[in-house]
């Protein structure tokens, strides 16, 4: 009886100590404060707010995005950027880390490199190395080493050949299974347990659309 007590209160706790977070993209503009005050109050977390779309342009409302976040109380908030495959991969990031020092959005936050299958070349070579320079000059401009990789099997071995250079790096990873848990993982690309998952494609609400991600 005790035993089976126990083993309700570690169920009870593993779900309190996960959470939910959500990202967003430059289309959502900027969401006002009511409406992340209202995620927040439905049991959101954290969140990923874009930086850069793929044809390389910066996110404009992205300062004052990250103002409402933090006045709305959603203080674990991380950026991600999704290259221009057709630019030079060092150029690109120096701009847009630059841009995000310059709008005081950098603080201790994560930077994590969209990486899906979105008009890359046929060279799994070509494209590690456009990575790895991408990841370098992230960690050149924002010191400490706080990038991470936003991928999913599909896109990493169609793009990569399935690599493991990157495998010490954080891992978000895409399934759209609804699901809040990592019981549907596929080790890929040397990552053998992921950090965040992507669970639930873009959705309405609260005044605004979001994707759904899961943090145990």
Partial sequence: MKLK?????LLILKITLATRGFDFSYFQGTPSVTDLKCLKNDGFDFGFVQAQRSNGEYNPYIKQVFK???EAGLKYVDVYIFPNVKEDARGQIYKTISKLKEDGVLT???VWLDIEKYEWPSSHTT?????EEMIDEVENQYKGGKVAIYSSKYSWDAITGGTTKF????LWYAHYDNNESFSDFEPFGGWTKPNIKQYKDTTSICGTSIDYDYYP
């Fill in 167 to 170: 495998k010490d790096y954080q």
């Fill in 108 to 110: 201790d936050n994560m």
């Fill in 127 to 131: 494209n590690i190395k456009f990575i």
């Fill in 5 to 9: 007590l126990l083993l309700i209160i």
């Fill in 68 to 70: 409402n976040l933090r």
